[in-house]
């Protein structure tokens, strides 16, 4: 039997909806600075995206454009500029930035309390000793669609390909706080079919077109392709989605899976910083 598609537009559309009606009842105006350099196509794009949906919830956007050549120096004013700006509850910078800016320095200037991506080291270190704060949007939002679909983590067996600070470090972390059993595989792993193939839950984030197949898939497994890749002029994940659909449990779609499911997140978390923000001043 072929695998139940878990639609991440449509449960990313639904959580959309209930955010915008949370904040048009909470009396909160919240708002989301996203910081840009260079003029990466897919880097834009994905900041459109996120603007769009800012748009779509009522939560206010500033939208930040900068050189590709700009000195560290300058965007780190930029942020520091945001940290201090009242108005603004969610700061984010679009990764990669261009090379030459040292993207960990503008990340640690942000301030942990607007960091709507759980990038900063102080989130991560949170996360990490399972208390989290902010946490990384796709695999928050990826935890979100797993719950929403009802797949049992507590005591699964977890694998996760790819050891990426934005994905499989904090995709590791929460589900390990939701009790799986996980191992995180990366470009070292040796016999990495033979581990993938032990999982009850395979995350997939190493950003090569077709790169699960089929036979590193145990029978019923949920699959969650986090790729994004371009083959032959179309969008896939990293997973080969028709022959591994036959024999997974359950499936990300790329695209239409994890990528809604990130900028939800994203919005969910911005509301979350609003609100924070808001108790804090309040006392
Ligand atoms: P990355 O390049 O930082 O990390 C890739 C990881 O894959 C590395 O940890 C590396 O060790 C591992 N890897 C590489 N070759 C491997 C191999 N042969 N076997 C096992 N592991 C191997 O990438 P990233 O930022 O984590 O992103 C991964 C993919 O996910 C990319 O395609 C990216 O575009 C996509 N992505 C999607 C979303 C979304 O919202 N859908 C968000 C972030 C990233």
């Given at each position: 039997m072929a695998a139940t598609i878990l639609d991440g537009k449509k449960c990313s559309e639904m959580r959309l909806e209930i955010l915008k009606e949370e904040i048009g009842e909470c009396g909160l105006h919240p708002h989301l600075a996203t910081v840009i350099a260079g003029k990466d196509p897919a880097s834009q794009m994905y900041v459109r995206m996120k603007h769009r949906a800012c748009e779509q919830v009522g939560i206010g956007s500033v939208g930040i454009e900068l050189p590709g050549d700009i000195s560290t120096q300058k965007v780190l004013e930029k942020v520091r500029q945001l940290n201090a700006?009242?108005?603004?509850?969610g700061i984010l910078v679009q990764l990669p930035l261009p090379k030459g800016i040292d993207s960990e320095r503008i990340i640690e200037a942000i301030d942990p309390a607007k960091?709507?991506?759980?990038?900063h080291p102080e989130n991560m270190g949170l996360l990490f000793s399972g208390k989290p704060r902010f946490t990384s949007c796709t695999p928050t939002g990826i935890m979100t669609l797993l719950a929403e679909y009802k797949i049992?983590?507590?005591g699964a067996r977890a694998v996760i390909a790819g050891r990426s600070i934005d994905v499989g470090r904090p995709m590791a972390a929460l589900l390990l706080n939701a009790d799986a059993t996980v191992t995180i595989c990366h470009?070292?792993?040796?016999n990495l079919a033979d581990e993938l193939k032990r999982a009850d839950i395979l995350v997939s984030?190493?950003?090569?077109?077709?790169?699960?197949?089929?036979?590193?898939v145990k029978p019923g497994a949920t699959v969650i392709d986090v790729g994004i890749n371009q083959l032959e002029g179309k969008l896939v994940g990293d997973v080969d989605f028709a022959a591994v659909r036959e024999i997974a449990g359950a499936i990300t779609p790329?695209?239409?899976?994890?990528g809604p499911m990130t900028i939800a997140t994203l919005m969910e978390n911005t509301l979350k910083a609003a609100k924070v923000r808001a108790c804090s001043s309040a006392r």
């Open positions: 700006d009242p108005d603004i509850d960091d709507v991506d759980g990038y049992p983590v507590a470009s070292k792993t040796r984030a190493v950003g090569k077109a077709h790169f699960i197949r089929p036979e590193m790329v695209p239409g899976g994890v």
